[in-house]
C-alpha cells in the first residue's frame, strides 16, 4: 500500500531510516560532550557512528527490498532513494572509519567528528528523498553546514583554516544562488512541488517564461558550486587540501553524489518540460568540466590536489550521463557513482597510511619508490588509480563504469557524439597523471632519508583491502551490480523529446 | 487601495531601504555598518506591513533588527577590531568592479522579472486574502501551514540549527589540553 505522505505517522515512516540516523547522531552528541575529550572517547564515538551507519544501511537495504511507494508528496519513496542512500552510507562508513584512526594521530580529539559525519550523512540522505524545493534546500544546507565545520577540525592546520573559511564563504555564496533559484521557480509555478512543477509547466506551457528560465539558470548555477563543475570549481583544490584527510574523500564522493542525486532528481523530475533549453548549459558544464579538471590535474604535484582535479574530471564525465537523460544512462550513473566512491575513497586512504610516517603523505615525493617499502600499498594505490583511469582488469569496475557512460551516450536517442568524443579524450589526459603515480611507486627509488611507513591500523587496512576486493570483483563480474543499479532506476528518466510524459520520472510507480 | 498617500510612503520606505543599504556598505566603521543595517531592516518591516504582512514586520524588527544585530554588536565590541581608521579594507579595485557589475546584472534581471506577470490562474486575488486574514488573523495565517503542510520542513529547520550550533562550538571550543 502506497504512503499518504500527508499524515504525520505515515510520513515518519517513509522517513525512517533518516530519521534513526538523526537521532542517533543526537544521541552520540550526547555521548562525545558528556566528558572530557580524549583519544578513547574519540574512539568510542566513532564506533558507535560506525555501528549507527551500518545499522542505517541494514533499514534501507530491507525497506528497498520491501519496495514501499508513495503518491506525490514532499518526500520520494523509490528506488533511486534508496540506492543513493546506500552509496552515502557507504562513504559514511569509510570515513568514519578512516577517521578513527586518523583524527587522535594529527590532534582532533573531538568525538562531534564523527556525529558532524553522521549529520552531513542525513542531510545527504534527505537530499535523495526530497521531492520539495524546501526539503531539498534543507538537506543541502544540513549536508554544507556540517561539511564547513568538518574542514575546519584540524585547528592547529592554517590550511584547515583557510580551507573552511574559503568553502564557507563561496559555500553560502552559492546557497544564495540556490534561494533566489528556487524563489524564481516557486514564483513562476507556484509552487515547489517537484511533481508539481512539472506539471504546470507543461499545463499551463511555462517553458518560455522568463522567471522560470532564469530560476533555471540560477539553480544549474547553485548546482555547479556544490558538485565542483567547472566554472565553479575553484573553491575544491584549496578545501580537499586543507581538510582532514578522510574528510577530503567524503567530500570527494560523498557530498559530490549527494548534490548529483539531487540535481538528477530536480532536472528530470520538475524541469523534464524544458529540456531543450538545458540540455545546451549541461552540455557545456559537463564538456568544460572534463576539460578543466582533467588538464590542470596534470599539473599538480600535491596527490590530494591532484585528487581534488581528477574529482572535477569525474563530475564532468557523470554529467555526460545526465546530458543523456535516458534510462540507462541513469543505471550508468549510478554505476559510476559506486565505483568512483570505492576507488576515491580508496585513493584518500593509502594517503592516509602512507602520511603516518610522519608527514603529511599528500607529496608526491612520498610516493616514490613505495613498491620496494610497502608493496601491498603499492599494488592498493595502483587499483584505484587505474580504476579512475578506466584501465581495464586491473582497474575493476572503473573501467566498467566509464564505459557503460560512454554506451549511454552514445544509444540515447539523441546520441551525444561529440560529448562521448571529449570523454575518451580527456580520459586519455587523464592517464598522464594517474599512470605516473604508478610509475613514481614502482619505478624510482625511495629516497635515502625517507621515513619508514609503519603498518596499517585495523581500521585503515579493513577500508583499502575490501575497497581493493570490490574494485577487482565488479571489475570481473558486474552484472549483480548493473541489475541492482537498473532495478532502482526501473521506471525511466526524462525522454529527450521532453514531453510531459516525462514527469513520471524516477517515481517508482 | 493604491491611493497617492500609500505609494508615497511604499517608495519613501523604498527609497531609504536603498540608501541605508548603500551607506551600510561603504561605511568602513563596522559599528557605524551595523547602525545602518538597522535601518534597511526596519524600512523593510514598514514595506511588508503596508503589504499586509504584518507578522513577518514585526519578526523583522523583532529577530533581525532586535535579537541579530544587537548580538553582532556585542561581537563587533568584544573582538575590538581596533580604530576603524587603521582596519585594512579588503576590497581592491577589481573586487568593487565585480561587485558593482554583478550589481548591476541583478538590477537587469530584477527590471526584467518585473515585466513578465505570474501565471493570473497561480495568483491568489486580493479579496481572497483578505478575506482569509479577516476571517483568523495574520498569525494563524502564518501557523496553520507552518504545522501542517510544511511540518517536515519545520523540523529539519531545528536540526539545521543544531547543526549549527555543534559545529560552531567544535571548531570554537578551547582546546582543553595541548
Known sequence: MPYDLGIPGQLTLALAPDLVLLGGAMALMLVAAWGPESAARQRTVGIGALV?????????????????SAANGVIAVDGFRWAADALFLLAAIIAIALSIDYNPREGILAGEAHVLTLFATGGMMLMAAARDLMVLFLGIELMSIAVYAMVGLNRRSPRAAEGSLKYFLLGAFATAFLLYGIALVYGATGSTNLAEIGERIAALGLSRSPMLLVGIALLLVGFGFKLAAAPFHMWAPDVYEGAPTPISGFMAAGVKAAAFAAFLRVWLEAFPGVYTEWHKAVWWLAATTMVVGN???LQQKNLKRM?????????GFILVALAAGTPQAATAFLFYLFAYTLATMGAFAVIIAVGQSGGSGDRIEDFHGLWHSNPGLAVAMMVFMLALLGFPVFGGMGFFAKWYVLQAALQAPAPQTRLAIILVITSTISAGYYVWVVMVMFMKQRATDALRIPPMPAMTRWVVTASVALILFFGV???????LARASTAVGIAPVDGGPASTAALQGQ | MPNFFYELHFYLFGLFAIASALTFVTRKSPVAAALWLVSTMFSLAALYVMMDAHFIGAIQVLVYAGAIMVVF???VMLLNLGHPDELSDLRGKWGRLAAGLLGLAILAQVMALSRTRPEASLVQSDFDRLAELRGENAVAAIAKPLFSDHLLAFELTSVLLLVAIVGAVVIGKRRAST
Open chain 1, 295 to 297: 588538464i590542470i590535474a
Open chain 1, 307 to 315: 585528487l581534488a582535479y581528477s574529482s572535477i574530471g569525474h563530475t
Open chain 1, 477 to 483: 563480474y558486474p552484472e549483480p551490480l548493473v541489475r
Open chain 1, 52 to 68: 549507527l551507519c551500518v545499522a542505517v544501511l541494514a533499514m534501507v537495504i530491507a525497506v528497498a527490498i520491501r519496495q514501499p
Open chain 2, 73 to 75: 554588536l556585542f561581537v
